[in-house]
C-alpha cells in the first residue's frame, strides 16, 4: 500500500447525459468544498474524476484507454502515481472488474454515491483502494454543499433513476428506481442558482416528467405544479425539462406549455422507432398513434412548439419496413432537432439476448437514412424560424469580434452582433437559416 500526498487540484471529465454533466459540476463543488482546485488548462491533475457513461458503445473500454492515458503522461518525478476515480455509470455496472482490471484506478463511486467522495479520497491518499456502488437510502443530495456561482443555465436534478425498463437499456440497473427529491429542497436549490447567476434552469431526471412531491400546503403535485412554483422566481427568466417519457405526459403538464410563460417552447419526447411491433419488444408501453396523440394536445395549446426525439434503429429483429415506419414517422412529426442512434447490446439487458441481432452495416444505412431525413427537418424547421421576433439568453462570447452566442426559446442556437453580456436576455429577429444554428439581428426600441 502506497501513500499519496491529499490532492491539490482535481479534474472532472464527464461523459454522456446532462444528468453526468450536472453530476460532474457537483463534485467539482465537493471538491471545491475540500479545498481542491481544478487542474489549469493543459496541465496535470492531481486527481483526475472520470465520470462515465454506460449507454452505448463501447464505454467501458474507452475508460480503459483513459486511464491508460493518464498514467502514460503522468511525469512527476517525485515517485507519486495520480489519483483516479471512475464514477458514474460504468462504474455503477462495472466497478469490480474495473477495479481488477486496472490498479492505476484508486476509487470506484457509482452515481448515488458520489457525495462520499472526500472520506474516498482520504482512504485513497492513505493508500487504499475504494469502492461505493451503495444506493443509499439517504440521498446524496442532502449531502452535497450548496451551489456556487453557475452561469447564465443551469441544470436542475428533480428526479433520478427509471422503473421503465425499456429491453435495451441500463439506465434501470445503473442509476436505480425512480427517485424524485423533494419539493421543498428543490425550490431551495433553484433560488440558489438564480441567486448564483442562473436565468434559466433545466429540470433534469431520467424520467423528469415522473417527478412527484409534495408541495408546502402538503398537497401531491407533479412536473408541472413544479414549474408552476418555480415560474414566481423573480429573476428566473426560462424554464426546461428533460428527458421526458411518453407514458407521464400528463394532461397537467401539457397545459403547462399552454399557459406559462416561462416554460420554453421545446419538448424533448422519445418515441425511439415508429413500428409498434418494435416498441413493443422495446417494452416502451407506448404505440405509435399513442405518442402522435400527446404531440397533437402539446399543439393545440403551444403551436410553435419545437418538438425533439430519441431515436434507436437497428433494434433486434427490425425488418426494412418496419424501420421505414420510423422515417414514416419523422416525415409527420417534423421534430426540430433530434438524437439517433445504432442499437448498442448492454449486457444483461434483455435486448441483448434477443434473436435477429443486425448487422453492423445494415445499421449504418439505415441511421444515415434517419439522419438524413432529420437534418432535413432540422433546417426545415430552423428555416421556418426567420423572420420570428423572439428572445435570445446570452450565454457566451461568439468567434467573431462582437459576436455573442445564445439560444432562442426553441433551443436553437443563435449568434448575433451586439454591445450586450453574458445572461442579458436580448430581444432578436432570427434573420438566417443554417442547418446548426441561426443568425440574427437585435430589435431596438423594445
Ligand atoms: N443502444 C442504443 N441507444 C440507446 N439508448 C439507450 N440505450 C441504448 C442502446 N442500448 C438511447 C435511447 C435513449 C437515449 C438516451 O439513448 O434513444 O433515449
Ligand atoms: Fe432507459 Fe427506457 Fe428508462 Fe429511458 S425510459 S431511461 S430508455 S429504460
Redesign the pocket.
Known amino acids: 500500500m502506497q501513500s499519496t500526498a491529499p490532492p491539490k487540484t482535481y479534474r472532472v471529465k464527464s461523459f454522456g ?1 446532462q444528468m453526468n454533466v450536472y453530476d460532474g459540476e457537483r463534485m467539482a463543488e465537493l471538491l471545491a468544498g475540500e479545498g481542491i482546485t481544478p487542474a489549469p488548462e493543459g496541465q496535470q491533475a492531481d486527481l483526475v474524476v472520470l465520470n462515465t457513461c454506460h ?2 458503445e463501447k464505454a467501458a473500454e474507452k475508460v480503459y484507454s483513459d486511464i491508460g492515458r493518464i498514467v502514460k503522461d503522468w511525469d512527476r518525478a517525485d515517485g507519486s502515481s495520480p489519483l483516479i476515480a471512475v464514477a458514474g455509470c460504468v462504474a455503477q455496472a462495472e466497478g469490480e472488474e474495473i477495479m481488477a482490471r486496472a490498479p492505476a484506478v484508486k476509487m470506484v463511486v457509482g452515481p448515488q454515491a458520489y457525495h462520499r467522495l472526500p472520506q474516498m479520497i482520504r482512504d485513497a491518499s492513505a493508500g487504499r483502494r475504494v469502492t461505493d456502488t451503495d444506493m443509499p437510502a439517504i440521498p446524496k443530495f442532502d449531502a452535497l454543499p450548496a451551489r456556487r456561482k453557475v452561469g447564465p443555465t443551469a441544470f436542475l436534478t428533480v428526479q433520478e433513476g427509471c422503473d421503465k425498463f ?1 429491453t ?4 434501470p440497473y445503473t442509476r436505480g428506481a425512480e427517485v424524485s427529491r423533494p419539493h421543498a429542497a428543490l425550490i431551495d436549490e433553484a433560488k440558489k442558482l438564480v441567486d448564483a447567476g442562473a436565468r434559466e434552469i433545466t429540470l433534469l431526471g431520467q424520467n423528469v416528467n415522473a417527478w412527484t412531491g409534495d408541495n408546502a400546503a402538503g398537497r401531491k403535485i407533479g412536473l408541472d405544479g413544479l414549474i408552476r412554483e418555480l415560474a414566481e422566481i423573480p429573476d428566473l427568466a426560462r424554464i426546461r425539462y428533460t ?1 421526458s417519457h411518453p407514458n407521464d405526459m400528463t394532461d397537467g403538464l401539457i397545459a403547462a406549455h399552454g399557459d406559462v410563460e416561462k416554460l420554453m417552447p421545446f419538448l424533448h419526447l ?1 418515441v ?1 422507432a415508429g413500428n409498434d411491433r418494435v416498441l413493443r419488444a422495446m417494452n416502451r408501453s407506448h404505440s405509435v398513434d399513442s405518442y402522435l396523440a400527446i404531440l397533437d394536445k402539446v399543439r393545440a395549446v403551444r403551436p410553435d412548439i419545437a418538438l425533439s426525439g ?3 434503429v437497428g433494434f433486434p429483429g427490425e425488418t426494412d419496413t418496419e424501420f421505414e415506419d420510423t422515417l414514416r414517422l419523422v416525415d409527420r412529426v417534423g421534430y426540430a432537432q433530434c ?1 439517433s ?6 449486457p444483461g ?1 434483455p ?1 441483448a439476448d434477443m434473436p435477429g441481432q443486425i448487422a453492423p452495416e445494415v445499421m449504418d444505412e439505415r441511421l444515415q437514412r434517419l439522419q438524413a431525413a432529420l437534418n432535413r427537418h432540422q433546417m426545415a424547421f430552423n428555416e421556418a424560424s426567420v423572420g420570428r421576433a423572439c428572445s435570445v439568453l446570452v450565454e457566451r462570447k461568439g468567434k467573431h469580434e462582437g459576436q455573442w452566442l445564445g439560444k432562442s426559446p426553441w433551443l436553437q442556437s443563435v449568434h448575433f452582433t451586439a454591445d450586450v453580456a453574458v445572461g442579458d436576455l436580448v430581444p432578436v429577429t432570427l434573420d438566417a437559416a443554417g442547418p446548426n444554428s441561426i443568425s440574427a439581428s437585435v430589435r431596438s426600441g423594445t
Open positions: 447525459c449507454i452505448r425499456c435495451y437499456c441500463v439506465v428527458t422519445p425511439q430519441d431515436f434507436i438524437f442512434f445504432k442499437y448498442s447490446p448492454r439487458t435486448a
